[in-house]
């Protein structure tokens, strides 16, 4: 089993950063998978950024060259580094892991972007 805390939400202004970060129940490197999604009111949960374990990284078209996702394998915690932050990110951010074809889920940090 593996437990996720999120932490960094918060309220921040347009063009301004945010460092999200998602602490790990167990060693980052024995999952298969890490990633962050978000849920805005009213849509669907859709992924932001995934980490793989062999470190490739992907990302959602409306993100790229603004967030980047990376890990410590010292502190076991995954980060979501958000640079140039726009109203259409205001939702709550949800750390997520893949290991051993199970999906878990953290309790979700809110972010708002808004002036």
């Known amino acids: 089993q593996v437990h996720l805390v999120e932490s960094g939400g918060g309220f921040v202004q347009p063009g301004g950063s945010l460092r999200l970060s998602c602490a790990v129940s167990?060693?980052?490197?024995?999952?298969?998978?890490m990633a962050w999604h978000r849920q805005a009111p009213g849509k669907q949960r859709e992924l932001v950024a995934l980490?793989?374990?062999?470190?490739?990284?992907n990302y959602a078209d409306s993100v790229k060259g603004r967030f980047t996702i990376s890990r410590d394998d010292a502190k076991n915690t995954v980060a979501l580094q958000m640079n140039s932050l726009k109203p259409e990110d205001t939702a709550v951010y949800y750390c997520?892991?893949?290991?051993?074809?199970?999906?878990?889920w953290g309790q979700g940090t809110q972010v708002t972007v808004s002036s």
């Open positions: 167990r060693t980052i490197f024995s999952i298969n998978a």
């Open positions: 980490l793989e374990s062999g470190g490739g990284a």
């Open positions: 997520n892991a893949l290991y051993n074809t199970f999906n878990y």
